[in-house]
């Protein structure tokens, strides 16, 4: 039976996403199987032996930018067959969530590092100036743990995540940009076909030399290719080297795209392909 990893728990924004990739490519025999971490989530790919399983975690958000847990262990797919297979953005709506009776009541939020940086202007506005803010995995593992005798611990996830666990909802709507709005991907190991509404996701090292990033921006200008990202994280093998994610526009089995980076490979180290995947 297929096996669909994701960022758990049950009514996770993840678990949101799941489910459209499921209506979407017709996945009917699955096992849904929950994880605690972004990096347990890959891992299970990393080490699976059935080959029919995907995966779906968070790459993106609107507001607080690239998931950096996604990228930093996207390279432990390197050497296996799995690539993002589609992407798709769903909006986040944050709700409080709690026993409280009222707002002052509440001396510590309990989210995501994610959520909680999301609502932060509501957070400082609405609660003490001496509440602790605490991280969980996610937003639905946060709701899950907050119970009726501790009124002084609120969390902040979906009202979808209040509802199922049958914690109150305090405040509802607690974002701080109202069209905060999160991607999300799916791994797996089939490979897609051009559709037309495609991207592109690699990352590479380059030289720390003088002009070696704008020598591959040329290259992708060149071929006239759209680059819808870029980022760059720590190498964590010296100081001052960094690995550039970017995603372009189309497949790889373009023309264009092909030439492109069979060009940029001459002209950078430690090159990872992520995929070529369907926007939904």
Do not use: W
């Amino acid at each position: 039976m297929t096996k669909i990893f994701y960022l758990g728990p049950q009514a996770s924004y993840c678990d949101c996403a799941r489910e459209k990739f499921v209506r979407t490519f017709f996945l009917d025999e699955h096992e849904d199987i929950p994880e605690r971490s972004i990096l347990s989530v890959i891992n299970q790919l990393v080490n699976i032996e059935n080959k029919d399983a995907y995966a779906v975690i968070p790459i993106e958000n609107s507001v607080e930018g690239i998931v950096r847990e996604t990228v930093d262990n996207l390279c432990l797919l390197k050497n296996t067959n799995m690539k993002i297979l589609a992407e798709t953005s769903l909006p986040v709506n944050h709700c409080l969530a709690g026993y409280a009776k009222d707002l002052s009541d509440i001396d510590t939020v309990i989210s995501h590092p994610q959520a909680i940086a999301q609502c932060y202007g509501f957070i400082t506005k609405n609660l003490r100036d001496d509440v602790i803010l605490k991280n969980e995995l996610s937003t639905s593992l946060a709701v899950k743990g907050i119970l009726p005798e501790q009124p002084n611990l609120a969390a902040i996830g979906s009202e979808y995540a209040a509802r199922l666990y049958n914690v109150p909802i305090i405040r509802s709507e607690i974002n701080d940009m109202e069209s905060n709005t999160t991607r999300f991907v799916l791994i797996g190991a089939k490979r897609n076909k051009i559709t037309g509404c495609d991207k592109t996701g690699f990352s590479f090292s380059t030289p720390n030399t003088p002009g070696a990033l704008c020598k591959i921006l040329k290259i992708l200008d060149e071929h006239n290719i759209n680059m819808t990202y870029i980022d760059s994280r720590p190498s964590k093998k010296s100081l001052g080297e960094y690995v550039f994610y970017v995603d372009i526009d189309g497949h790889v089995l373009t023309d264009n795209i092909t030439k492109a980076l069979f060009e940029i490979l001459q002209n950078v180290s430690d090159f990872q392909y992520f995929g070529s995947y369907t926007k939904i």
